[in-house]
């Protein structure tokens, strides 16, 4: 075959681009920190980086989720642990007024702030996290106690459940029923225990012909609401550790999601620099080589 100089010239241009192009590629990494920087450049580890760029998205999402489940749980126990003292206040006042010496004015001072507690409480079950009623269940724009209704409190209990695991779903509410409306059958006419509990004592202090032992009676109701409490707080502590075990699992999930992508994307940087210096090499070698190609022909000496 007969090699011709315009072929050798063609030949070492295409060298030199070709040269050119895997430097780009070497600069390309170093700058970006990645194998490749489009699908062209290895269509399997783009296929592998989509997969397990999906699965990190779904970590960090059940992470943001965490965060809503513990803003939920914390703000319901802070609010119950409050109910709790409101209602312990409330039974040292009845312990006070069942007190047969306590002439009619200091009953109604007793109402008077037994009244003022009450109000609490309902402060307390309408607690709102962001624009959400915590204590109404599903419904959560609308408040869960307002005493002008009948009835006063909510009857809604479903469960407001976050996914905070692939299909694993976790209640973050409490069941209002359990903690604002327990029934006292001898008490309550409208089946609205504790605010109704309230509403017949504060009627009882205010009324001069009843006796201590009438009053004395809502200890055990103003009990059994305290009791209520302090069991839907053993069920969100159960919850909540629950929950924090979860996290730690997510989390370590989150740290092999990333390592993965990582050895699927990122590249050796050492290596990259030692590839690219190499080829740095080859590419003056073919310069020189092609500086030597390209002679002076006889054409040049007959001008």
């Not at 269940?137 to 909510?154: A, F, I, K, M």
């Amino acid at each position: 075959m007969r090699v011709t100089q315009g072929m050798l010239a063609a030949n070492m241009l295409r060298n030199l681009s070709a040269s050119y192009a895997q430097l780009g590629k070497y600069q390309d990494q170093l700058a970006t920190g990645k194998k490749i920087n489009r699908p062209s450049d290895d269509p399997v580890v783009a296929m592998k980086g989509m997969a397990y760029r999906t699965n990190l998205t779904e970590v960090q999402q059940y992470k943001r989720n965490f965060s809503e489940a513990h803003s939920w749980i914390d703000n319901s126990d802070s609010a119950l642990d409050e109910a709790t003292q409101v209602l312990q206040r409330i039974r040292e006042l009845v312990v006070q007024a069942s007190n047969d010496t306590y002439e009619t004015t200091q009953r109604e001072s007793i109402a008077q702030e037994v009244q003022q507690l009450t109000d609490h409480l309902v402060s307390i079950a309408n607690t709102k996290v962001g624009d959400k009623y915590i204590f109404n269940g599903t419904d959560t724009l609308q408040q869960p106690v307002d005493l002008n209704r009948t009835p006063p409190v909510s009857t809604n209990n479903s469960e407001v459940k976050i996914e905070l695991s692939q299909g694993i779903y976790i209640p973050v509410n409490v069941d209002p029923t359990k903690v604002f409306s327990y029934d006292n059958a001898a008490t309550t006419a409208n089946g609205n225990g504790l605010f109704s509990d309230l509403k017949f004592l504060n009627n009882d202090l205010n009324d001069a012909t009843k006796s201590g032992a009438d009053i004395n009676q809502y200890l055990s109701y103003i009990d059994k609401h305290i009791n209520n409490l302090l069991s839907a707080r053993a069920e969100l502590g159960a919850r909540m550790n629950r929950i924090e075990l979860m996290e730690e699992r997510v989390d370590q999930q989150e740290v092999v999601a990333n390592r993965i992508l990582s050895d699927n994307e990122d590249a050796d940087i050492e290596r990259v620099i030692t590839d690219l210096k190499m080829q740095e090499t080859v590419h003056r070698a073919a310069l020189g080589v092609g500086s030597r190609i390209i002679q002076p022909t006889l054409l040049d000496f007959l001008r």
